[in-house]
């Protein structure tokens, strides 16, 4: 099994463990592969303690969800600073923006924690109302096609909330001046070994040509961010999310900055069942509602991830 060892965030590519002993923490509550919501896996309620039919959008829940009081919500929890455990409860970017959207929806935002790679599979058993947990939307998972463009499901539909791409990480105060990933040519980088995040050093390497971009890979993310803190490599390359988030813990904020801008940029989507329009524009009913009123915008700046919004809620507008 895979599914807490793979990256999230770009379509044609899987999610790395970038998260290290957040990841291995997480997945000591995680269910086995397959439907994600089996016995075994924990659950956090956030967003309310009731439901409010006098909240602004709670007639635009289906009735369903209106008489249970609860938006039933699947992740997988080892992806700090997006979803990861601290103190036994599911906490990160997706439960704070979860619950602000039940503020507006008026009833609770479930969280249950399982495998990444079991999260489609429980909208289509219906034994989640809706799955959270940093998903790219691209047109594969809305048409239910596998890697090969076969067809493995009905598909399902996306609420889009948050935007993230790879950003470089470097020393603080960016002794380098890097901006890009043109500028580390000549010099030297660090990286997780057997990550996609190697590859796309290496590809920069080819480019760089005779002005050698030269490659150091660690075991660990940890080791990697520890020799460019020494000084023995100018960048790391992460997850947007994640790369924030270490800016923001490590150290005490002392450590490390993002350089330059985020690239190889897609959409983090709130998958529903495509059967479930109502839920679905609900949703995004919801999540313009708390871009307007500046609740969404102080989930991300918490986090440290404020880079990733975006302006307005779409649907099924990943590629």
Excluded at 304 to 316: G, H, L, M, W, Y
Aim: hydrophobic share 35%; proline share 2%.
């Amino acid at each position: 099994m895979t599914a807490s060892t793979t990256r999230r965030t770009t379509a044609a590519r899987s999610r790395i463990a970038a998260v290290g002993a957040i990841a291995v923490a997480g997945a000591l509550i995680l269910t086995g592969c397959g439907d994600q919501t089996e016995k075994g896996a924990s659950s956090t309620p956030s967003g309310g303690t009731s439901k409010d039919s006098s909240a602004p959008l709670f007639s635009a829940l289906p009735k369903k969800i209106q008489d249970a009081g609860v938006i039933k919500i699947g992740t997988d929890s080892a992806y700090a600073p997006m979803e990861f455990v601290e103190g036994g409860k599911i906490v990160g970017v997706d439960p704070d923006i979860a619950e602000a959207l039940g503020k507006q929806l008026g009833v609770k935002m479930q969280f249950t924690a399982g495998t990444f790679d079991g999260l489609i599979t429980s909208i289509y058993t219906g034994r989640e109302d809706a799955i959270m947990s940093s998903i790219t939307d691209n047109k594969k998972r809305q048409e239910g096609l596998d890697d090969k463009g076969q067809k493995i499901g009905k598909g399902i539909d996306f609420v889009d909330y948050f935007s993230s791409g790879l950003s470089l990480l470097v020393k603080k105060g960016n002794p380098e001046g890097i901006k890009s990933m043109d500028d580390l040519c000549g010099k030297t980088v660090a990286v997780q070994r057997g990550t996609i995040y190697e590859d796309t050093f290496k590809a920069q390497a080819e480019k760089c040509g005779d002005k050698k971009l030269t490659i150091q890979a660690f075991d660990t993310d940890a080791e990697a961010q520890t020799r460019v803190k020494a000084g023995g490599a100018v960048a790391d390359l992460n997850d947007y999310p994640v790369a924030a988030y270490t800016v923001k813990t490590s150290g005490g904020g002392n450590d490390f900055e993002v350089a330059g801008q985020q690239s190889d940029v897609g959409l983090f989507g709130i998958g529903v069942s495509k059967e479930n329009t109502q839920l679905r524009d609900a949703l995004k009913q919801a999540l313009d509602a708390i871009i307007k009123d500046g609740s969404y915008a102080k989930a991300l700046e918490k986090w440290n991830v404020q880079d990733s919004a975006v302006k307005s809620a779409t649907v099924n507008a990943g590629q």
